[in-house]
């Protein structure tokens, strides 16, 4: 079945009506839900326009953490396919469960990350990929040539032909990314957002993470914004 929409994702995001929610979207910039613009928070040193530039890359995916990555359709699933996937996804999950989250430095870029190794996200992670890989159309040559130029080590080139991404299952890092590229940003600036991120998160990072549903996103064209499409709560948690 022909469907227009270009990819779709399975991440994590936070219930729309969170503090969580809230502050991610603002950060960015960005409603993913209602598809609009929204004012982001100021602090002392960054300039707007610094701050605006510095969000537009993790903007067009939206507040979230990928669980599996973006991909394009099968040709022959359709919509209601990858919508009865997602489904059964949830049923199939493990119970909703709770995160500690810490600040983290990746080297290019800063992201919310868990304090501590979760044996739960893995396992939600791996599920994901798992249950809506054989949905997504393969990667092309071309496309695998490319990713593959991306200093990648011989287990992620593995995985990028087994499963068409390369950080997944023990290579899988959860994360919340509230950058784009820092390489070229003054170490003062840098700082600077540390100490914003810091702030502005104040209550995640104290309180962390509950992680209690699987979202769909979708891209409906090259380039284009992410968009929130639907939300598949996981079971009860088993935490107090």
Known sequence: MLHSTYRHAAYFS??????????????????AHQLVAIKQPEFKGLSAQF???????????GWHATLKAPFELNSNVSLEDLRNAFKNLSF??????????????MGDFLALVPSHYS??????????????HPLALPLS???????S???LTGRQHEL?????????????????TLTGSL????????DGLKAAAIEWFAPILENGMNIDAVTWFSQDQKHGDFRWVERFELGPSNCA
């Open 141 to 147: 040559e071309a496309e695998i040539q490319r990713r």
């Open 119 to 132: 044996q739960e996200l893995q396992a939600l992670a791996d599920l994901c990929v798992h249950a809506l």
């Open 92 to 105: 199939d999950s493990v119970n909703a469960f709770h995160v500690p989250m810490k600040l983290d430095d």
């Open 160 to 176: 990028l032909a087994q499963w068409a991404y390369p950080f997944v299952m023990d290579q899988f890092q959860f994360h919340m």
């Open 51 to 61: 701050f605006e530039q510095v969000t537009r890359a993790p903007r067009l995916y």
């Open 14 to 31: 936070p219930a729309l009506d969170s503090q969580a929610w809230q502050l991610g979207s603002h950060w960015l910039g960005r409603n």
């Open 149 to 151: 130029s991306s200093g």
């Open 183 to 190: 390489k070229d940003c003054d170490p003062q600036h840098k």
